[in-house]
């Protein structure tokens, strides 16, 4: 029932922009937290940005400045914008949900690969 689906991946070089989107259904979606997640071969699932149910953001430091995640409510839907990409940026990219009253992610989408070449 609980379904997200990401789009927006590719190949870039460095220096350039890409944008993710997440399409979000089957729960009710402004009761929800949403990050992007990446993982690079070899490398574990790492955070890149949050946004809670009320609009904060956290992002790891190795993307603060440079990427920038949003929400919109009324299409079910989260964003990553991408800018200044960095060789070190490409990972497949994951968009997760977690209830405001869980500690934990544990809804997931099928992942988008971000290829930044040098």
């Known amino acids: 029932q609980v379904q997200l689906v990401e789009s927006g991946g590719g190949l870039v070089q460095a220096g350039g922009s890409l944008r993710l989107s997440c399409a979000a259904s089957?729960?009710?979606?402004?009761?929800?937290?949403m990050g992007w997640f990446r993982q690079a071969p070899g490398k574990q699932r790492e955070l890149v940005a949050e946004?809670?149910?009320?609009?904060?953001?956290n992002y790891a430091d190795s993307v603060e400045g440079r990427f920038t995640i949003s929400r919109d409510n009324a299409k079910n839907a989260v964003y990553l914008q991408m800018n200044s990409l960095e060789p070190e940026d490409t990972a497949v990219y994951f968009c997760?949900?977690?209830?405001?009253?869980?500690?934990?992610?544990?809804?997931w989408g099928q992942g988008t690969q971000v290829t930044v070449s040098s």
């Open positions: 997760a949900g977690k209830y405001i009253l869980r500690s934990e992610y544990r809804d």
């Open positions: 089957g729960f009710a979606f402004s009761t929800f937290d």
């Open positions: 946004i809670r149910s009320g609009g904060r953001t």
